[in-house]
Each structure stands twice: as C-alpha cells, then as structure tokens.
C-alpha cells in the first residue's frame, strides 16, 4: 500500500461500510486514513477509540484485506483516522473472480466425436486470470449443427492488444446463454491448461489494466 491507495473500510461494531484514502503511513506503528464524514450521532460511536475495523484495497489485480484497531481520530486541522500498523495482510488472489470488460475478437475450436476440428469465430467480452466470456452467432453454431455440453474441452485464442503472438488457452464451457436480442450465444469458459509463458503474460496484463 501507498500514500493515496484507496481503502474500503467495514467498521465491525456498526456493520457500516465507508471508501476512504491512505494520506500517511508510519510503517509497523500506524497508518492514517482521511476519516470519512458521517451523520454526527452516527460517527462518533463508530470513530471511536480502539473499535475493530477490516480494512481491504486493490493493488496489480489482487484483493488485500487486514484487520486493524483505530487508536486516534482528530478533526483539526482535518479529519483524519488513525488505525494501528497491521501486523498481517492477507492477500486475497483474484484468480478467477476479478473481471476485465472487454472486446478482444477470437476463435474456439472444438473437436467434434469423429475427430473433426470446427472453428467458431466471436469475440471475448470479459476476460480474468481464471477464464472468459466469449460470445458467438447463434447461426455460427448452428451451421455446424453441433451442441455445445457444459464442460466439454474446446481452445480459445485471442491476441491482447500490443501483443503480435495469439494465447492460446484449453478451456471447458461451464455456461451457456442465447441472447435473443443481439442473437448472440454467449459461453463462459474456465482455463484448464495454459503455457506458463502465455500464463504469464496474460497476468501481467491483466494486473497493468485491473485497478
């Protein structure tokens, strides 16, 4: 954490959830947070001294989270919180739950039980460390007469922007859902099996661009 991360923080005793920022740090003795403005009668039962907060931020694409205790909160010459230096932070791996909006054309080729190779061309919508969303026409589907099964192994392959080499990644379909407005199928994909050389760089993006 740096001076100006941004902090979500649950005080325990009140179940009451606040976005504040991170404005000095003296590490292992405390960190001082701009205390949020609440209702009079509401913030100073919840400011007070020693009540147990958790405190949770972002930082390159993972969740970190700790539990803390305030020990101080001045409103001269600004209102500012402050909360004991954490003796441990979790790091809470986004893998597979932090999400990229996006729209990154692609292809999933399938093997059908003859052994025939069939190409879907579409498009990936959202994109995370652990899978996909990948969207096709329903008529590309179609024109192959072949249904997708939920967790049948297909490879999926798009290029992220910048980068000349495809990813090529094997994945299972774990969702189906037609879109009847856009006709369009849209298929969520979990990866199985990736190089961890492509492993690699699709973390490193996806950390430069999930903030």
């Not at 932070?89 to 292809?107: M, S, T």
């Amino acid at each position: 954490m740096n001076i100006g991360t941004k902090f979500e923080i649950e005080f325990k005793r009140d179940r009451i959830r606040v976005l504040s920022k991170v404005v000095g740090i003296e590490e292992n003795k405390y960190i001082i947070i701009k205390a949020p403005y609440m209702e009079a009668n509401t913030g100073a039962s919840v400011l007070a001294n020693s009540n147990e907060v958790t405190i949770r931020y972002l930082e390159k694409g993972s969740a970190f989270g700790f539990t803390s205790h305030i020990f101080k909160f001045i409103s001269d010459p600004d209102r500012l919180l402050f909360v004991e230096y954490p003796k441990k932070i979790e790091n809470q791996n986004l893998r597979g739950k932090q999400r990229l909006d996006c729209y990154l054309p692609a292809h999933m080729t399938l093997n059908e039980d003859s052994g025939h190779k069939i190409t879907i061309e579409g498009a990936i919508i959202d994109l995370s460390k652990g899978g996909c969303q990948f969207i096709a026409s329903k008529q590309s589907l179609e024109e192959y007469d072949f249904q997708l099964e939920i967790d049948f192994e297909v490879l999926i392959s798009f290029n992220l922007p910048g980068l000349e080499q495809p990813l090529t990644i094997t994945a299972l379909a774990k969702n189906t859902h037609f879109k009847k407005r856009e006709n369009n199928l849209s298929i969520g994909l979990r990866f199985i099996k990736i190089d961890k050389e492509m492993e690699t760089t699709l973390n490193d993006f996806l950390s430069s661009v999930i903030i």
